[in-house]
Nanobody, 118 residues
Framework: QVQLVESGGGLVQAGGSLKLSCVAH????????MAWFRQAPGKERELVAR?????????YYADSVKGRFTISREDAKNTVYLQMNDLKPEDTAVYSC??????????WGPGTRVTVSS
């Protein structure tokens, strides 16, 4: 079982930055793929960024955030981060981190709200 807890959300002006953190309560963090998803009001949840362990470690970003967001992880702290720069009003959403051991994102945090004002 993996428990995830996000933090770092808040209100920021357009062009500003926020750094989200997600702590995983597990002994197997280094073997987990981690990801950030977001869901805006009235929209479906979308994958924002992903950090994959196997086969060689890679990252993925949605086109809408490429060049502005960075996912990173610190295995010693069981934490994955999402650095968000040059935020836009359309980035407003609830951001959730997720973890998986195989192919399905089986573990989810409760989410943290990000609001970007214009």
């Amino acid at each position: 079982q993996v428990q995830l807890v996000e933090s770092g959300g808040g209100l920021v002006q357009a062009g500003g930055s926020l750094k989200l953190s997600c702590v995983a309560h597990t002994r197997t963090f280094s073997r987990l793929d981690m990801a950030w998803f977001r869901q805006a009001p009235g929209k479906e949840r979308e994958l924002v960024a992903r950090s994959v362990i196997r086969p060689s470690g890679s990252t993925y970003y949605a086109d809408s955030v490429k060049g502005r967001f960075t996912i990173s992880r610190e295995d010693a702290k069981n934490t994955v981060y999402l650095q968000m720069n040059d935020l836009k009003p359309e980035d407003t959403a609830v951001y959730s981190c997720a973890a998986r051991e195989t192919y399905q994102w089986s573990y989810w945090g409760p989410g943290t709200r990000v609001t970007v004002s214009s």
